[in-house]
């Protein structure tokens, strides 16, 4: 999600906040967003080829933190990642910044908080927990993230849960305890658990967090929001760099490591929101939601092609009981 600011795009108010199509000099990025969406089979189509695409990108994000170890430092990586899309950001959407910037700076704390827990500090967390778990491990637990907003939104806005979501709650975190026992009881018993995993699902909390405050988000553009957020995130991961050199953990790109990070700012942080906010400009953001399920399938699959990480008995369990378990909380809400 992965870095994946999944939650952000699909809550922001679509009709609404999306640009609509005015000029011809607009970039390419922006203008695949903007394009006006027919009611067609074809646009469906089109639909769920760039919503797979964002979902394959968010799933890359593990294969990335996996491969990033050995290769730099987990908390430049967030500097750097944060760094690379503000700059890409200032590029093809400064004129929205230019626009909002009357009611964003009002917002100031308000942006600066979602920027740091949903971005610096989730990836913070992502990019240290996969030194010490699989990146199979890393898309699962992601994939729970839509239980633990439910449980976000129950806890501070006493939105109502029904049964059938409770029970798929419980399913879910049935699936993360199995992930992180590796399936075994005694681990489980013992309530011994990787701290790779248990960093992992923090992040998860994190994020659920910053998912529930969008509820009080500005009345912005979807993309002068994003870039403010951005910018905080920027901001919040440099003391967190500092510290990590202060306490002489800092490792500087390798060649391999000057290499994952354009991929990292490419995929999971840019194309990934392009791509999900044309989705949901043709189909709706419920609709588009759906496909952010892929994340821990494209995940699992990704790492056994490309780390050669081996799909254990357990993570289909696993990978099971959080999808079910999402399925049962998403056809249990009150119609």
């Known amino acids: 999600m992965t870095n994946r600011a999944f939650a952000a795009v699909q809550q922001f108010g679509w009709s609404r906040l999306v640009p609509s199509r005015r000029q011809a000099a607009t970039p390419i990025a922006m203008r695949i967003i903007m394009a006006t969406p027919a009611q067609t089979s074809s646009h469906d189509l089109q639909a769920y080829a760039v919503l797979s695409i964002a979902a394959l990108c968010w799933a890359g994000n593990s294969i990335f933190g996996r491969l990033a170890v050995g290769e730099i430092s987990p908390l430049l990586l967030v500097s750097f990642r944060w760094l690379g899309v503000l700059l890409l950001l200032l590029i093809f959407a400064r004129r929205y910044i230019r626009q909002d910037w009357s009611v964003l700076r009002g917002r100031l704390p308000y942006i600066a908080i979602m920027g740091a827990s949903g971005f610096a500090l989730f990836n913070a967390l992502f990019y240290v927990a996969a030194h010490s778990t699989t990146a199979i491990n890393l898309g699962i637990l992601q994939g729970a993230l839509p239980i633990f907003v439910i449980l976000g939104m129950f806890a501070i806005f006493r939105v109502q849960v029904t049964r059938i979501q409770m029970v798929g709650v419980i399913v879910t975190i049935a699936g993360v305890v199995i992930v992180g026992s590796a399936g075994s009881l005694a681990r489980i018993a013992a309530?011994?658990?990787?701290?790779?995993?248990?960093?992992?699902?923090?992040?998860?909390?994190?994020?659920?967090?910053?998912?529930?405050?969008?509820?009080?988000?500005?009345?912005?553009?979807?993309?002068?929001?994003?870039?403010?957020?951005?910018?905080?995130?920027?901001?919040?991961?440099?003391?967190?760099?500092?510290?990590?050199?202060?306490?002489?953990?800092?490792?500087?790109?390798?060649?391999?490591?000057?290499a994952i990070i354009p991929m990292i700012v490419l995929f999971p942080s840019f194309l990934a929101q392009i791509c999900f906010l044309r989705g949901v400009t043709l189909i709706g953001p419920n609709r588009a939601g759906v496909f952010i399920n892929l994340v821990p399938i494209f995940a699992s699959v990704l790492a056994v092609i490309f780390l050669r990480e081996k799909f254990e008995f357990f993570h289909g369990i696993a990978l099971v009981f959080v999808l079910g378990g999402i399925w049962l909380s998403e056809h249990g809400k009150e119609k």
């Open 191 to 258: 309530l011994e658990f990787r701290l790779g995993d248990l960093l992992m699902i923090a992040a998860c909390v994190l994020y659920a967090g910053y998912t529930v405050g969008l509820r009080n988000r500005p009345e912005v553009s979807a993309l002068g929001f994003f870039t403010a957020m951005v910018a905080a995130s920027f901001a919040t991961s440099i003391p967190l760099t500092v510290a990590e050199a202060i306490a002489g953990q800092t490792q500087w790109p390798t060649a391999k490591g000057w």
